[in-house]
């Protein structure tokens, strides 16, 4: 039996359903195969007291200490993270407040290895965790937990000097195991492994029926992701009031809103914020849509890309993270330019001349949640191993 403790602050809760919903997939997948039995703990930042009183911030106070999150035995213990130190003191605070946490639950479940699910302030905390417990640590990287976390002056040393010590380093793409490189980690020890999607939720539909539900007449373009400036919604915005009776609808929600909205009126463009649309709800917005289009600045490898494909949606996207290791036929879609001109043109191409639905979500089939599962087995299993001349994992 393999005994995983999966550790990550980036996983969903009652307050935040949508928040690590990919990291949540891959633990159900893990949890479900035979020879595994698996612990989560998902901890919850919060800022000193009395700023916790903050409307912000009461939900993620009230959430419950252990709660069975989707069949998951899940502990979500609370640690201080420090406004305005940009993240110096995370690590310090998050492994201060593990230690009596996984103290208590070595006495009724002794994990035989810690998979931190992302790379900051996980990563730092599961390698100094690990040394208390003597288990190994995997750390998987996903996007900004590198490409912010990992090249901040107050952070960069703690995710290099992880990524170093750790037994074992996933990456969701090879672009993003290049990355990790060129912050020193080597790049003989990072293993790609490449997110799922569920083929069987996110199927082609009928697409004028869609359209019409969602109130929707002519082309339609749809972009997942929160509004924030990496996710480069403005671009696209900017695109569609050049592409000739197109709607685009934008699922997500954040900072980015008032300035997202002004652009709209400014530029006059069909353009609805959905807010945040429920994950189980995306299939049918994703497979109404003609293009997927997402202008991000970075990426690791982004699951809505993935989704799009599955449901026969054509993607245009920018050159960013691993959107080389998704868009690998004209049927996937477009790799494009981070301005509008280049996403406009691009998108008009894919109304033009649409690939078929089946050839598009035929580019989606190599991305499965069972291979993800079987493959993070796989890796856990054999750091464990390592340990054990006989290459036994677990008891």
């Known amino acids: 039996m393999l005994r995983v403790l999966t550790l990550s602050s980036l996983f969903p809760d009652a307050t935040r359903p949508n928040f690590g919903v990919f990291v949540e997939r891959q633990t159900i997948g893990l949890a479900a195969l035979a020879e595994v039995e698996l612990r989560v703990v998902a901890p919850v930042g919060l800022p000193p007291w009395p700023l916790r009183r903050h409307a912000h911030y009461r939900p993620l106070a009230g959430l419950p200490p252990a709660e069975t999150w989707k069949g998951l035995d899940a502990i979500r213990p609370r640690f201080t993270v420090w406004p305005a130190t940009q993240g110096r003191f995370h690590v310090a605070a998050l492994t201060r407040a593990l230690v009596p946490v996984l103290d208590r639950l070595r006495e009724t479940f002794a994990f035989d290895v810690i998979d931190a699910s992302f790379f900051f302030p996980d990563g730092p905390a599961a390698v100094a965790l690990g040394r208390r417990y003597g288990v190994p640590v995997s750390i998987k990287a996903r996007g900004a937990d590198i490409h912010h976390w990992g090249c901040a002056s107050a952070t960069a040393a703690q995710v290099l000097a992880a990524g170093r010590e ?167 879609g477009r790799i494009v330019a981070r301005e509008p001109g280049a996403f406009a043109g691009r998108i008009g191409e894919l109304l033009d001349a649409p690939p078929a639905a089946a050839a598009t979500r035929d580019c989606a089939r190599g991305f499965t949640w069972d291979a993800n599962a079987a493959a993070l087995r796989d890796h856990l299993a054999g750091l464990v191993g390592r340990g054990d001349p006989n290459g036994n994992v677990g008891g």
């Not at 696209?236 to 009126?265: S, W």
């Open 166 to 332: 750790a037994d074992g380093l996933l990456a969701v793409s090879a672009a993003m195991r290049d990355d990790m490189a060129a912050l020193g980690i080597p790049a003989d020890r990072i293993r790609v492994h490449h997110t799922g999607v569920d083929l069987d939720r996110f199927v082609p539909i009928d697409r004028v029926a869609a359209k019409a539900r969602l109130g929707v007449d002519g082309p339609l373009i749809v972009s997942v992701g929160a509004l924030i400036p990496r996710k480069g919604h403005d671009i696209v915005i900017e695109a569609i009031a050049h592409v000739p009776g197109a709607t685009l609808l934008i699922a997500g929600e954040g900072p980015a809103r008032p300035a997202l909205e002004a652009l709209i009126a400014q530029t006059g463009a069909r353009v609805r914020l959905l807010g945040s649309v429920p994950h189980d709800d995306l299939p049918q917005l994703i497979a109404a849509a003609d293009v997927m289009a997402l202008a991000s600045s970075s990426e690791g490898l982004a699951n809505a890309w993935v989704e799009a494909l599955a449901c026969g949606t054509p993607i245009v996207i920018t050159d960013a993270g691993g959107a080389a290791e998704v868009v690998t036929g004209p049927a996937a």
